[in-house]
């Protein structure tokens, strides 16, 4: 099983028993705030468990139906977490309007609250924890997912402070208004995860500095042979794989041996800053020259 795997995996058993902690905070209390605090935790197990299908489908090598491979499962993963969150959402709205207009005294408001801040502890470790990883492991997947629970851990402190607030000053009326608040901001993180997969299912650019960093990693290999320039670079983000492809202008007379070995040490230097890339190398003679791209470092 690899990391990645493992990590999908604990963030279900983790998401179980921050769910399990706040579900005990909500029935000791009543307090809508609590609950929509709960239910938000059970869409993060619901979609733990969806960056698990997602992770195992990516994990397919490529196939004669996807030659490309499967690396793009993991950003409709989190499409459907950031839908999850969204109709979780409405409900707890739902739910705040019908508290709005009959207020009611939650039980053991300082117990719960207690519970509740724990869970909180627990979820903010685990979304560092994710957060750094998914990076490292360059998986959207559980970037979104660690992404998802800090928002659950700012939507708890706001929830922690509006039950805090309406026990020290008798106003219970803070309590269905918190949990609103706390769906309005759900709602807002939802359309975040969403929007961020769909720039990767519409295949967006790497980022400017990564970017960047490519073309010195080009113009300094390119330079270990006869390339006059590199132009037309293309890239894209597939889950962990990054696809990158360019011309790369060598002069007329360059044997096809020599064209294919600078190609090759091209490929490496990116493979080696990349190690999930692919690269497609498209060689052009020299009077194909655009003079507007990738200068060859001397």
């Not at 957060?131 to 922690?160: C, E, F, N, Q, W």
């Not at 390339?227 to 492809?245: K, P, Y």
């Not at 060598?250 to 091209?266: E, F, N, Q, S, Y």
Request: hydrophobic share 55%; aromatic share 6%.
């Amino acid at each position: 099983m690899t990391r990645v795997m493992k990590l999908a995996f604990g963030s279900v058993i983790i998401g179980l028993l921050v769910m399990g902690l706040k579900v005990i905070a909500w029935w000791l209390t009543g307090s809508l705030a609590l609950m929509s605090d709960a239910l938000e935790s059970l869409v993060n197990v619901a979609a733990a468990v969806a960056v698990i299908v997602a992770l195992r489908v990516a994990e397919r090598p490529a196939d004669s139906n996807h030659p490309y491979g499967h690396h793009k499962a993991e950003f409709f993963s989190a499409v459907l977490e950031g839908v999850l969150i969204v109709i979780a959402a409405l409900f707890i709205l739902r739910e705040a309007y019908g508290g709005f207009l009959a207020p009611s005294v939650p039980d053991a408001p300082l117990a719960g609250m207690l519970i509740n801040a724990g869970a909180s502890l627990i979820n903010g470790a685990w979304a560092f924890v994710l957060i750094r990883a998914g990076r490292a492991h360059r998986s959207p997947a559980l970037v979104a997912d660690g992404k998802h629970l800090v928002t659950d851990v700012v939507s708890s402190v706001g929830v922690l402070i509006g039950v805090g607030l309406a026990f020290a000053t008798g106003w219970w009326v803070l309590d269905p208004v918190m949990a609103a608040l706390v769906a309005l901001n759900i709602l807002w993180s939802g359309w975040g995860v969403i929007r961020q997969s769909l720039s990767g299912l519409m295949d967006e650019a790497v980022s400017d500095e990564e970017l960047s960093r490519i073309r010195e990693i080009i113009a300094l290999a390119a330079s270990t042979g006869d390339a006059v320039e590199a132009h037309d670079l293309r890239t894209r983000h597939a889950g962990q794989v990054t696809f990158i492809d360019f011309h790369l202008v060598m002069p007329g007379a360059t044997t096809v041996d020599d064209a294919h070995k600078l190609c090759d040490r091209i490929e490496a230097a990116l493979m080696e800053a990349l190690p999930d890339a692919r690269v497609t190398i498209h060689v052009e003679p020299e009077h194909k020259a655009k003079h507007n791209g990738i200068v060859v470092l001397s």
